[in-house]
């Protein structure tokens, strides 16, 4: 049974961090893709950040280039999201998302994903 399960959400003011965390078991993502998406109340779901292996190429929502950072570490099986300079606008629930099979979506799409963590909240104030 495939779980992914997000932490590190949290409450910061605006120029602040964080890192969220997405431990995933029962899955391996070796050849494809794993992802950060957001959403907010009465927004749809959009993309944030992918990584993709092999190689660790990743892919940005252009929101966040420059400020969020997306890595993996292969032996814990988790995939983290470096946050910084966060904004107001960040605020939302965070959610990790893998794939069952591969596909031709774009890594920042939500139809390319199967399986979804239970989301943490980022809470960003003024």
């Known amino acids: 049974q495939v779980q992914l399960v997000e932490s590190g959400g949290g409450s910061v003011q605006a120029g602040g961090s964080l890192r969220l965390s997405c431990a995933a078991s029962?899955?391996?993502?070796?050849?494809?893709?794993m992802a950060w998406f957001r959403q907010a109340p009465g927004q749809e779901r959009e993309g944030v950040a992918a990584i993709c292996t092999p190689g660790g190429g990743t892919v940005y929502n252009d929101s966040v280039k420059g400020r969020f950072t997306i890595s993996q570490d292969n032996a814990k099986n988790t995939v983290y999201l470096q946050m910084n300079d966060l904004k107001p606008e960040d605020t939302a629930m965070y959610y990790c998302?893998?794939?069952?099979?591969?596909?031709?979506?774009?890594?920042?799409?939500?139809?390319?994903?199967?399986?979804w963590g239970q989301g943490t909240q980022v809470t960003v104030s003024s």
């Open positions: 029962g899955y391996s993502y070796s050849g494809n893709c």
């Open positions: 998302a893998a794939p069952k099979y591969r596909s031709d979506w774009s890594p920042l799409s939500p139809r390319r994903y199967t399986y």
